[in-house]
């Protein structure tokens, strides 16, 4: 269990650097890109940087209230340990039962303290590789369409289980003319 | 910036526009070299909207100079359905007046923009005139408003409790409000936030938030303002949120226009990630212009 994806803001994790912050220190908003809710936090588990991430992305974007971009960051399993978070196999509760079943995992008991040190190590990490991490990523709204599409195609989704208007607008998205756009002044 | 409102005495006749002030420029001219930007803009599209998108080669007009156009009366409708509802959005407008003006103006309207000194707060007049008469008899004490002041209020409003809601709420209310706003009042609307945006009188989290949704909305009649902004903020803002931000709503414009100032924008920029995500906007409008060059190679094929 290399990895375990968590949805995020990506823009938590940029920084201008801020010439007030001392060496070793984290800025707090890339806090905010990994919150927890009852001192859990739902994430999933992937081998590698593309195991199964399109349908992971399509079955967490198809509950969203509208088609958006879906931003992600990958959590190091070295780093939680490192952290002392310790993660607990739980059923998943996205519209699709295999990764449900198989891959949802919820981080357990954090503290701020354990949360400051993920962050400020994830934080690091996406510093150092700059542009070419892989470590957060931003999936534009056409590439998440295509993958929900495929997976409803598949039958790995439940439609019932989604939001129907996300499903709707993918399949236009993906199936649809090139949108119409006013003609360019000469 | 003054706008003057007249109403031309017939239909499809020659009417002169004089101004008053110099420094009129036309649409053709790339908004972002106006010192105020947006607002000599909206200008540009009401005339174009009065001349049906008729390309007009960049002219400044010196002072009391005047120009004649012919009334196209499709255009002057819609005109007609946007002044309106701007002034009954002016609270001192009494119910009377507004129809003693709407009287006056009973179908078309003329909208000329004057800039003068730095102020960038605009005055709508509306001048009365006698069927026939082509000189506009005195403006109307009743009709002055102050069109700026009314969409500054309304731009405002857009923004009042969102920074103490939840990032989720925020999103929604502002979407909801941003696209009302700009339905109504479409490019000068576009125009106020561009000013908020360009003075940094807008926090980067609202201005990341607004940006995104500009890139969203559904309205044509703005499509080109608003792209013209997203490119702005892309390559000149500070804030490297922004910056990122004006390249998502590129991304769900999907308009190959905008690789230019993309391309630009990946040269200059220094943010990792905002770099990153500028490359797969890029990319994406890229794969776009090839579908589009496809689909018309293809529709040119088979007649």
Redesign the interface.
Known sequence: MPFLLRST???K????EPDWLEDGETPADPIFGLDTKSNTMSVWAVESHEDQLDRIIAALAATR?SLQ?FEYVLLDSQILTLAQIRSRKTEGKSPDAHLNSLLHRDLIEISAQKLVKLTAATFKT?QQE??N?KV?E?V???VVAKYIVECLRQGHLNPAAANAKVLQDARELVGG???Q??P??? | MTFEIYNPPSESEIIDIHTSFSDVGWIDEEPVRYEFGASTYDFGRMFRQFHKRETQPHKRLDQKSSLQKEVKPSDAEQLHKWIPLVLQEQESLTSLQLEDLTSRAKQYFIVVLNRYGSTKYGRVKAYGIKCGDRTPSSPSDTAHIDLYDVIRQEVARIFIGTEDMLADETEEVLANRLSECIKKYQGLAVTEIQHLIVNEEMKPESVEAVLRILGDIDDPSTYKYRRQLLEKAVIDSSSSVVRDAASVGLSYMDDPHAIPSLKKAIEKETCPLVRKSMKKTFTQLEDTEKCLSFCGAQSTTSG
Do not use: A, L, M
């Not at chain 1, 994790?13 to 201008?16: A, E, G, S, Y």
């Open positions: 803001k990506y823009n994790w940029i920084t201008d209230q971009d996406i700059g542009e991490t957060v931003r534009p709204r056409k003319s090139p949108e756009v006013p360019e002044d000469q």
